[in-house]
């Protein structure tokens, strides 16, 4: 009778009669086994103590992360009052003749998108609208330096030309250095017409029953130290004027399909005689319908002439 046979029928008799030879072979396989054993019950509790120790530490990971994260977010909040703080608050002579409405939404607690009023030495205004490339607290911190630049140089020139030419050239490096650009729609008023600057951005006038779009020849602040071309329009009472960064025309639906300038600009002139600000909100409930998710900063501005003033 083998060992096998002897264990498998768990007998004490038969184990005292099992030849010495099978004893010590039985002995040395129980030792093999206890070692075995202790090994892995060594394996298991170093394993054990490794994982609580790895738990230990990642417990206290989450635990700065956290603190970090809420570091952050106070930092954020406190950008966005900031930025909020930046954005403009309409001039008194600007109300006495235009109706205005806008719609700004930066797509994180701060953003590129950034819309100005300017008052001029000639004692008439301006209204500028810009996209700085990229989002977030980079793109905010330019925005902010742009502002700077912009409120310098309004005391000094009283054209939409000079005032981009200067503002780009004064820029012009450190934008490079940094690796931004912004696109700029500068718009100062006349009596009886607008002259503007439009580097990227769109624009649209409704004048009686003629539609003008914005000459988009200017290139980007930020791109090229080139001369920018100035053009102007009639403004008169009744007239619309919007301005209006890529934010909402580029954003997609599911299908991948782009919301488009066309549907936006349709969109307007189909509702041009309501009040402006029914326009923007019409503007945005069929942006909101349409769109899968939000795909940049949005800034919208629609405005109608009231009146000579």
Not at 4 to 33: C, I, T
Not at 121 to 129: C, F, H, L
Not at 287 to 306: P, Q
Request: aromatic content about 12%; overall charge negative; charged content about 25%.
């Amino acid at each position: 009778m083998t060992l096998e046979e002897v264990l498998a029928q768990n007998d004490a008799e038969l184990l005292a009669k099992l030849p010495s030879a099978e004893l010590a072979r039985l002995f040395w396989r129980y030792k093999g086994l206890q070692k075995s054993v202790e090994r892995d019950n060594s394996f298991w509790s170093s394993t054990n103590d490794n994982l609580k120790q790895a738990y230990e530490k990642l417990d206290e990971q989450e635990r700065e992360l956290a603190r970090t994260y809420a570091i952050i977010q106070d930092d954020l909040s406190v950008a966005q009052n900031v930025q909020r703080a930046l954005l403009p608050r309409m001039l008194g002579e600007m109300s006495e003749e235009l109706e205005l409405a806008v719609y700004h939404k930066q797509l994180t607690e701060v953003g590129g998108d950034y819309y100005d009023f300017f008052r001029l030495p000639n004692n008439r205004y301006a209204i500028g609208v810009f996209d700085i490339s990229g989002h977030g607290v980079s793109a905010a911190l330019i925005t902010a330096f742009l502002k700077a630049q912009f409120m310098q140089v309004m005391e000094h020139f009283d054209s939409p030309q000079g005032i981009v030419e200067w503002v780009n050239r004064t820029s012009f490096d450190f934008l490079r250095e940094v690796r931004k650009y912004a696109t700029v729609n500068l718009v100062s008023f006349e009596p009886d017409g607008f002259r503007y600057v439009s580097g990227g951005g769109y624009g649209m006038l409704l004048h009686n029953n003629e539609t003008h779009l914005f000459e988009k020849k200017n290139h980007f602040l930020g791109l090229r130290l080139k001369p920018y071309r100035e053009f102007s329009l009639p403004f008169s009472q009744g007239d619309l004027l919007v301005l209006y960064t890529d934010g909402m025309v580029e954003a997609q639906n599911a299908a991948g399909v782009d919301y488009s300038v066309r549907r936006l600009n349709n969109l307007i002139i189909e509702h041009r005689d309501a009040p402006v600000q029914e326009i923007v909100d019409r503007c945005v409930a069929d942006y909101e319908s349409f769109r899968h998710k939000d795909f940049d900063d949005i800034t919208l501005l629609v405005m109608r002439k009231k009146g000579n003033p």
